[in-house]
């Protein structure tokens, strides 16, 4: 960091931007001023997107936003706006668009130019210094740009109208009355299975990324259907990734995505919304299976998210880095040599044969730590018995977990996103539901908490919160992520509260987003800042389209509810994408779960019974333990007046003045039960 350099970066609170805060460019935040400063002097403004955990946004920016002679360009030619991705994903979503159209490809760091109006013309993502490997230098882009700005207006603005043509119509949606096909959720999982590596699990090749959403959409089929091929897909994915290098195995937690195909080197930085949604999967698939191995990695998941990524006050921080010392990976791979300096020669000789370490390495010279032998064939090779290995293991991962922590640890950005913890939520809930550790139901509390006290004002949420500061109107992705983490937390808890903040939220939602003329949800509400486009989300990426979540949450809310409303707009956003989920479902696998949800008309279970009644308990210990993805569940106490709660609820009683449970099904309840064998019955065979 350079002291002589100082930019108006230095007073934001994002890590990615004071990152940037001792450039040499002179950067602006997204502002007024800037746009304002443009026009004053023509000059074209260069907006710059990325995020604190992008590699190649630190590569660009030691190459080119630290150079003098760039910078000194940069400042002469363009107004230079730098934005953090997490922070505004609503201009990210708008410029990276723009930037996939001009340019058939997306991705970080962004680089987008812009008019003194805000509209874009020409951009790209990655540049390097000078022309390499066929590539144009950022040099000869800026020059090209600034002089096709100056002398070529007509082109620009041309450049300009096809790109606001092509946005304006992306948030096009039309409302198609054409029932659904009873096998439409069948026809998408067959169509995304036919991307399957068998030989190593997950969709296409090189390079692999975490995909819940189809995952969740493969269980749901193998549910409805009972083909076994989709369950194995599904365990078979799991399993090669938990042994895999994009498993952390000493500390837990998931890498990004793996740059080969055999799930063995990741690209090192950890996200909170992969490991968020790879916990839910976990808890998901051991409720299918009862592999243990699948609660185990689950629980170690969550302990090194509770332990690394857990503000004091709540709420789950944003990312962990790539790179540590200037190099990737460097905090995470070993040396031979190292390893037996900690373990010892006898036992270094056990762990490096069991996790393949080597010499040579297997990633520039250094090791990835991932298992090759079960614990039963390190027995049989050392001669000791299972119970020896496994102890062994279990000493040697913490002995070297504890010499990693000793290391410069890779740098953390500690933005709390709204959007990111709904999904920490849901991951939470589900696991409270096969898990009785405390940490996990303290940590959702106290990020529900935080959430309500310090990100929530006057009625609306908002979208970020760090060094004691909330700022940005909540987007779509946040009401909708969680308000059904909140209704997860509820099914998992049954604590009234979070359902009546999930319906108080939800409520917001639909006021703020709902487009009232073609239907489905904007990304920005109504009270957010103008920009030059409003863009609906329908596609999933690495986190699940706010649609897809927003229809789930209506038609979970409608069945727990009674409210026509939302059942009736849950119904549009599903006819208004119906030809997209049919023709790309990999990218609508959270809405085709939506639908499934809808199609297959969900068991809506109603106990009636005091909470800390052990009859209760059982029954809902019984709910818990069965995998259920069409499900939704309510506990109201025989004393209160159930018909005032909901009218779905009316009439339902105890019998005998015991926990008493009710299915009911496409507007037909099951007679009260009592016993936990006839739920059983009812809830698997039915």
Same mark, same amino acid.
């Given at each position: 960091?350079?002291?002589?350099?100082?930019? %108006?970066?230095?007073?934001?609170?994002?890590?990615?931007?004071?990152?940037?805060?001792?450039?040499?460019?002179?950067?602006?935040?997204?502002?007024? $001023?800037?746009?304002?400063?443009?026009?004053?002097?023509?000059?074209?403004?260069?907006?710059?997107?990325?995020?604190?955990?992008?590699?190649?946004?630190?590569?660009?920016?030691?190459?080119? =936003? *630290?150079?003098?002679?760039?910078? &000194?360009?940069?400042?002469?030619?363009?107004?230079?706006?730098?934005?953090?991705? &997490?922070?505004?994903?609503?201009?990210?979503?708008?410029?990276?668009?723009?930037?996939?159209?001009?340019?058939?490809?997306?991705?970080?760091?962004?680089?987008?130019?812009?008019?003194?109006?805000?509209?874009?013309?020409?951009?790209?993502?990655?540049?390097?210094?000078?022309? %390499?490997?066929?590539?144009?230098?950022?040099?000869?882009?800026?020059?090209?740009?600034?002089?096709?700005?100056?002398?070529?207006?007509?082109?620009?603005?041309?450049?300009?109208?096809?790109?606001?043509?092509?946005?304006?119509?992306?948030?096009?949606?039309?409302?198609?009355?054409?029932?659904?096909?009873?096998?439409?959720?069948?026809?998408?999982?067959?169509?995304?299975?036919?991307?399957?590596?068998?030989?190593?699990?997950?969709?296409?090749?090189?390079?692999?990324?975490?995909?819940?959403?189809?995952?969740?959409?493969?269980?749901?089929?193998?549910?409805?259907?009972?083909?076994?091929?989709?369950?194995?897909?599904?365990?078979?994915?799991?399993?090669?990734?938990?042994?895999?290098?994009?498993?952390?195995?000493? !500390?837990? !937690?998931?890498?990004?995505?793996?740059?080969?195909?055999?799930?063995?080197?990741?690209?090192?930085?950890?996200?909170?919304?992969?490991?968020?949604?790879?916990?839910?999967?976990?808890?998901?698939?051991? %409720?299918?299976?009862?592999?243990?191995?699948?609660?185990?990695?689950?629980?170690?998941?969550?302990?090194?998210?509770?332990?690394?990524?857990?503000?004091?006050?709540?709420?789950?921080?944003?990312?962990?880095?790539?790179?540590?010392?200037?190099?990737?990976?460097?905090?995470?791979?070993?040396?031979?040599?190292?390893?037996?300096?900690?373990?010892?020669?006898?036992?270094?000789?056990?762990?490096?044969?069991?996790? @393949?370490?080597?010499?040579?390495?297997?990633?520039?010279?250094?090791?990835?730590?991932?298992?090759?032998?079960?614990?039963?064939?390190?027995? !049989?090779?050392?001669?000791?018995?299972?119970?020896?290995?496994?102890?062994?293991?279990?000493?040697?991962?913490?002995?070297?977990?504890?010499? %990693?922590?000793?290391?410069?640890?890779?740098?953390?950005? $500690?933005?709390?996103?709204?959007?990111?913890?709904?999904?920490?939520?849901?991951?939470?809930?589900?696991?409270?539901?096969?898990?009785?550790?405390?940490?996990?139901? /303290?940590?959702?509390?106290?990020?529900?908490?935080?959430? =309500?006290?310090?990100?929530?004002?006057?009625?609306?949420?908002?979208?970020?919160?760090?060094?004691?500061? /909330?700022?940005?109107?909540?987007?779509?992705?946040?009401?909708?992520?969680?308000?059904?983490?909140?209704?997860?937390?509820?099914?998992?808890?049954?604590?009234?509260?979070?359902?009546?903040?999930?319906?108080?939220?939800? $409520?917001?939602?639909?006021?703020?987003?709902?487009?009232?003329?073609?239907?489905?949800?904007?990304?920005?509400?109504?009270?957010? *800042?103008?920009?030059?486009?409003?863009?609906?989300?329908?596609?999933?990426?690495?986190?699940?389209?706010?649609?897809?979540?927003?229809?789930?949450?209506?038609?979970?809310?409608?069945?727990?509810? !009674?409210?026509? @409303?939302?059942?009736?707009?849950?119904?549009?956003?599903?006819?208004?994408?119906?030809?997209?989920?049919?023709?790309?479902?990999?990218?609508?696998?959270?809405?085709?779960?939506?639908?499934?949800?809808?199609?297959?008309?969900?068991? @809506?279970?109603?106990?009636?019974?005091?909470?800390?009644?052990?009859?209760?308990?059982?029954?809902?210990?019984?709910?818990?333990?069965?995998?259920?993805?069409?499900?939704?569940?309510?506990?109201?106490?025989?004393?209160?007046?159930?018909? $005032?709660?909901?009218?779905?609820?009316?009439?339902?009683?105890?019998?005998?003045?015991?926990?008493?449970?009710?299915?009911?099904?496409?507007?037909?309840?099951?007679?009260?039960?009592?016993?936990?064998?006839?739920?059983?019955?009812?809830?698997?065979?039915?």
């Amino acid at each position: 960091m350079d002291a002589k350099h100082t930019n %108006r970066l230095v007073h934001e609170t994002s890590p990615y931007l004071l990152q940037h805060a001792h450039n040499p460019v002179d950067w602006y935040p997204w502002s007024d $001023e800037a746009f304002a400063k443009a026009k004053e002097e023509n000059k074209p403004v260069l907006l710059s997107i990325g995020y604190s955990a992008c590699h190649w946004c630190h590569v660009m920016e030691r190459e080119s =936003f *630290e150079n003098e002679q760039i910078a &000194e360009l940069m400042n002469n030619l363009f107004i230079n706006i730098k934005v953090d991705r &997490e922070e505004r994903p609503d201009l990210d979503e708008i410029y990276m668009n723009a930037v996939q159209m001009l340019t058939g490809r997306g991705g970080w760091p962004m680089t987008m130019f812009l008019t003194p109006d805000r509209q874009p013309f020409y951009g790209g993502t990655y540049f390097p210094p000078q022309d %390499r490997h066929g590539m144009p230098g950022f040099t000869r882009i800026l020059q090209g740009v600034a002089q096709a700005y100056r002398d070529k207006p007509d082109d620009v603005q041309k450049s300009v109208g096809q790109i606001l043509s092509a946005l304006k119509q992306m948030s096009h949606s039309d409302d198609h009355e054409h029932a659904f096909a009873p096998d439409a959720i069948g026809k998408a999982a067959e169509q995304i299975a036919s991307a399957y590596d068998a030989e190593n699990g997950g969709l296409g090749q090189a390079p692999k990324f975490p995909n819940p959403g189809v995952y969740e959409l493969f269980l749901r089929q193998h549910h409805h259907s009972g083909t076994e091929r989709f369950l194995n897909m599904v365990t078979h994915t799991l399993t090669k990734m938990m042994l895999g290098g994009i498993y952390d195995h000493l !500390g837990g !937690g998931f890498h990004r995505y793996s740059v080969d195909e055999k799930w063995l080197v990741p690209h090192f930085e950890k996200m909170l919304y992969d490991n968020a949604q790879l916990v839910r999967t976990l808890a998901l698939l051991y %409720r299918a299976t009862g592999n243990k191995l699948f609660r185990r990695v689950m629980e170690e998941t969550l302990d090194y998210l509770i332990r690394e990524m857990l503000h004091s006050e709540g709420g789950f921080y944003s990312t962990q880095d790539a790179d540590s010392e200037g190099e990737e990976g460097n905090f995470f791979v070993w040396s031979r040599k190292e390893i037996n300096q900690i373990l010892g020669e006898e036992d270094g000789e056990i762990f490096t044969r069991v996790y @393949d370490v080597t010499e040579l390495g297997n990633f520039e010279g250094k090791n990835i730590l991932h298992p090759i032998l079960t614990v039963a064939q390190a027995a !049989g090779l050392f001669k000791k018995t299972p119970d020896q290995i496994e102890t062994l293991i279990t000493q040697a991962k913490q002995k070297l977990f504890a010499a %990693r922590e000793r290391r410069e640890k890779p740098f953390r950005d $500690e933005k709390i996103i709204t959007s990111w913890n709904g999904l920490m939520l849901s991951g939470l809930a589900e696991a409270l539901k096969i898990s009785a550790k405390p940490s996990f139901l /303290a940590a959702a509390n106290r990020t529900i908490q935080l959430i =309500f006290t310090k990100m929530y004002s006057d009625g609306m949420l908002l979208h970020t919160y760090k060094d004691g500061k /909330a700022k940005q109107l909540g987007f779509l992705d946040d009401y909708a992520f969680i308000a059904v983490g909140l209704l997860d937390f509820y099914e998992a808890t049954l604590e009234r509260s979070a359902l009546e903040r999930a319906v108080e939220l939800t $409520e917001v939602m639909v006021r703020e987003f709902w487009d009232s003329s073609e239907g489905g949800f904007f990304y920005t509400g109504n009270s957010h *800042e103008q920009l030059i486009s409003r863009t609906k989300p329908i596609f999933d990426a690495s986190v699940p389209s706010g649609n897809a979540k927003a229809t789930e949450l209506l038609l979970r809310l409608y069945h727990l509810t !009674g409210k026509e @409303d939302f059942v009736g707009k849950a119904e549009t956003v599903l006819r208004s994408y119906s030809h997209a989920m049919e023709s790309q479902p990999f990218g609508f696998a959270h809405m085709l779960c939506a639908l499934d949800f809808h199609l297959g008309k969900p068991k @809506d279970i109603v106990l009636v019974g005091k909470p800390d009644d052990p009859r209760t308990t059982e029954l809902l210990a019984l709910i818990n333990s069965l995998y259920l993805p069409n499900m939704t569940l309510q506990l109201v106490s025989p004393d209160e007046p159930l018909d $005032e709660i909901s009218p779905l609820l009316a009439g339902k009683t105890q019998i005998n003045r015991t926990a008493t449970a009710y299915v009911c099904h496409n507007h037909t309840c099951s007679p009260p039960l009592t016993r936990p064998e006839e739920l059983r019955s009812l809830l698997v065979n039915q």
